[in-house]
């Protein structure tokens, strides 16, 4: 089969374009809630930071929890396989439920140890609690959503995320303007009213995905049953279990590692985590496009590969591993461009101007590598079910690398520019590993076509 240019450029737009309005609009919500509540101080930056991190754990867990379906259901989704798409929408969906029980127990009954591990500042802990004892109600409507918007994306139907993001954005953006500093009438909460706008926000969009998926359209694809669940063999929960465990075991040991660089920061104190949750924010807006292109790719590739085209999964891979490395260096320049922008958005003190523009410059340059490093692994090697190679080579990366060298930088009195540098040690480290790994085509494999 010759390579059609014009049914690869449509595809690629059809399934990325909703998956980056919806990554935005998450990405969006965070630096919203950072913009307005740095006007509270840094204190209150580094509560939510805090919070953030947790999150950002807790969302791991999820996407982790998630990943065998994208894999699973876009190659069976390539095969027409309605009946399995829908076994594996119904497993994944209440794993990922059960799983955001579990935090949302330790977010209402144990804030007090989360804090402690990266705060001992009485002004940081006391915002932090009552954050955590709001936005716990989040957790499990959020993993409901978030289960079934990954699997439509799977099927080539990513714009009920996209719908259902924006609209509970423009929830959010209103009750963040409102019950953070006291505006519209409403009573000013602080970072409690923050955690308020986004339950609110999220219950909305639960609302919508729900009811579109098993109310509105009644014959949907993703409408499973209990049936569903109970058909489920355990020769096909071992195929599925044997891909998806490394990818889950990936996501929430990187998720981990990610938190442990912000235990790193806080050895240099309050501005330092505040700083770090600046740099996180903006580096996930800037790599926006990338991971987007790498989401959208790995779903083009695992149709591919379900289909049976094994050639054409690979001349895929080469074609949209050239467009994420670009929109990195474009990316990343602009990002660099921005600088000014940045600081003044972010209300970052004069006496810190100069140590952020280092940090910004450090996420710029290294956007690139970053860019192309996250497309393999997400797009090609997973695509394939290469899941433990992947896992392997981002466990050690990050845990026998980046991680030692920030926390040595960080008890060395190390600048935080350049902690910020150590971070992305990881990335050089992974690049030696997966580019050989992708140029070898081991990982494109047809996995559905005997379950």
């Known amino acids: ?12 737009f059809f399934l990325c374009i909703p998956i980056i309005v919806q990554n935005l609009i998450s990405t969006l919500v965070n630096m919203i809630d950072t913009v307005m509540i740095s006007s509270l101080g840094s204190p ?11 999150f950002f754990l807790y969302t791991m867990v999820i996407v982790g929890v998630c990943s065998g379906a994208t894999v699973f259901i876009s190659q069976f989704f390539g095969k027409r396989d309605t009946e399995n798409i829908k076994r594996v929408a119904a497993f994944t969906t209440t794993a990922a439920l059960v799983s955001s029980i579990v935090f949302f127990l330790l977010a ?4 007090m140890l989360l804090v402690g591990i990266f705060s001992k500042d009485p002004q940081v802990i006391r915002p932090a609690l009552d954050y955590f004892e709001i936005i716990a109600y989040a957790y499990p409507l959020i993993a409901i959503s978030m289960a079934l918007t990954i699997c439509s994306r799977s099927i080539r139907r990513p714009y009920l995320g996209m719908v259902s993001s924006a609209i509970a954005l423009v929830v959010n953006v209103i009750l963040n303007y409102g019950l953070i500093l006291g505006n519209l009438g409403m009573p000013a909460l602080g970072v409690s009213g ?8 999220r219950v909305v969009e ?19 049953n209990i049936n569903h669940i109970r058909s489920i063999t355990w020769d096909f929960l071992k195929q599925f279990l044997d891909k998806s465990i490394p990818m889950f075991t990936n996501d929430v040991v990187w998720a981990i590692g990610t938190i442990a660089y912000t235990v790193a ?35 083009m590739l695992g149709i591919e590969l379900g289909s049976g085209r094994i050639d054409m999964a690979i001349t895929y891979a080469k074609k949209l591993a050239i467009l994420v490395f670009i929109s990195g260096l474009v990316m990343g320049g602009f990002l660099i461009l921005s600088i000014p922008g940045l600081i003044n958005i972010f209300h970052i003190a004069p006496d810190s101007i100069n140590l952020m523009t280092k940090v910004f410059k450090v996420i710029g340059t290294f956007m690139a590598l970053k860019s192309i490093n996250t497309f393999i692994v997400i797009s090609v090697l997973r695509s394939g079910g290469d899941t433990k190679f992947a896992m392997i080579v981002e466990v050690i990366a990050m845990w026998c690398f980046s991680i030692p060298a920030t926390f040595y930088g960080a008890y060395h009195g190390y600048s ?13 480290v992974k690049m030696f590993a997966i580019f050989p790994r992708a140029l070898s085509k081991k990982w494109a494999n047809n996995l559905v076509n005997h379950m």
């Open 1 to 12: 089969m010759n390579f059609d240019r014009k049914r690869f450029y449509k595809s690629l």
């Open 44 to 54: 209150a930056i580094a509560a939510v930071g805090i919070a953030n991190q947790f």
């Open 108 to 111: 209402k009954f144990g804030p």
């Open 194 to 201: 923050a955690a308020i706008a986004t339950c609110a926000a």
């Open 206 to 224: 639960v609302i919508i995905v729900v009811g579109y998926i098993f109310i509105v359209e009644k014959d949907h694809i993703l409408r499973f």
């Open 265 to 299: 920061y806080s050895v240099a104190g309050t501005e330092a985590i505040a700083a770090g949750q600046i740099a996180g924010t903006t580096s996930n807006l800037f790599l926006l496009i990338s991971i987007c292109i790498a989401n959208g790719g790995s779903i």
């Open 416 to 428: 935080m520019w350049i902690l910020v540098a150590f971070t992305y040690l990881e990335e050089i």
